[in-house]
């Protein structure tokens, strides 16, 4: 009988790619999306569009700040929960809201419910954010955790609730923190994205600060290769820091872009925002020795993946008579 996996956030970035790999690996698959407007959810219905027609695939089109989580859950022997309110950047003044609804009370409610059926194994997405900003680098998963944003706050509320709900209920959880995840299907607001839509428009492209901030870029598929391994996991460690070790400058990331894109792009340098730190880098020796964890794709490569994805979705938009 195959093992029925419930992935929140099923439409999104991280979470269709997660869904397609299960249903690979043999898995009964039931996503969760709530298709909020942070950014269109045609495009998010799209993301499903390979799972739509598979056997074991169900969507369920469910708020976790509203719905009956306990019915949701129910037979699962495992979840994946990557439901979210995303980005660094809306998250200051009235947006704030809903990341607390999206964030920690939807965490806090699907923990309720699983703290009745303490079987039922958790992979939580949590991110870099929650470290914020430092020169002690690479970071590590015993780093103070100060997050220079409300976004990276409420990540790290996530992450507190996981482990209160371990210490006084016994559930098993495992807490990914993700380093900077670019891929096919990248959210719009996020940087790679942004870049080659603009690019594709015409547009200048706009970079916050000076250019000369590092990220530790990881691939999308080796973030899915993670929640695998980190389901498979049956040992004492609950926190995993996630990187694809493709450490690099948003300058030299504009270089691989415009040879991927054919020329020299153009380049409007911005003001840059609050709560964007300077540099991430990852130490991912607990992930490699504990969950066995490698990247295996290169920025390079990765880069020229998302790319080619990004023609691929304009052309299937403006064939509909659609703006990308």
């Not at 507190?160 to 900077?180: D, K, Q, V």
Request: charged share 25%.
């Amino acid at each position: 009988m195959k093992e029925r996996a419930v992935v929140t956030g099923a439409a999104g970035f991280i979470g269709s790619h997660l869904c397609e790999r299960l249903l690979d690996d043999g898995f009964e698959v039931l996503g969760v999306d709530a298709f909020t407007d942070y950014y269109s959810p045609e495009r998010k219905r799209g993301h499903l569009a390979s799972c739509a027609g598979r056997p074991g695939f169900t969507l369920a089109e469910e708020n976790l700040a509203t719905c009956d989580v306990a019915r949701l859950i129910d037979g699962a022997g495992c979840v994946f929960h990557l439901a979210a309110q995303a980005g660094v950047r809306k998250s200051w003044g009235r947006e704030f809201s809903s990341y607390i609804e999206s964030n920690v009370l939807a965490t806090q409610r699907l923990l309720e419910a699983l703290k009745e059926r303490p079987s039922v194994r958790l992979v939580h997405s949590s991110s870099s954010s929650v470290y914020g900003e430092t020169r002690a680098l690479p970071m590590r998963e015993d780093h103070p955790t100060v997050p220079l944003s409300p976004y990276g706050a409420t990540k790290l509320s996530g992450e507190h609730l996981c482990e209160l709900y371990r210490l006084n209920y016994g559930i098993t959880y495992r807490a990914l923190r993700y380093f900077t995840v670019y891929g096919p299907r990248q959210r719009p607001d996020m940087a790679f994205s942004r870049f080659i839509n603009a690019s594709f428009a015409g547009r200048p492209i706009e970079v916050y600060g000076d250019g000369r901030q590092t990220r530790d870029f990881t691939y999308v598929a080796d973030a899915v290769e993670a929640n695998i391994r980190a389901l498979r996991y049956d040992g004492p460690l609950t926190v995993f820091n996630i990187g694809g070790g493709s450490r690099a400058a948003l300058l030299d990331v504009l270089e691989i872009l415009g040879r991927e894109l054919g020329g020299p792009l153009a380049i409007r340098f911005v003001d840059r925002a609050k709560g964007d730190v300077t540099d991430t880098w990852a130490d991912t020796a607990r992930a490699r020795d504990a969950l066995g964890f490698a990247p295996r794709v290169s920025l390079e490569e990765g880069i020229r993946n998302e790319v080619a994805w990004y023609r691929d979705y304009v052309r299937s938009v403006e064939g509909r008579g659609l703006t990308p």
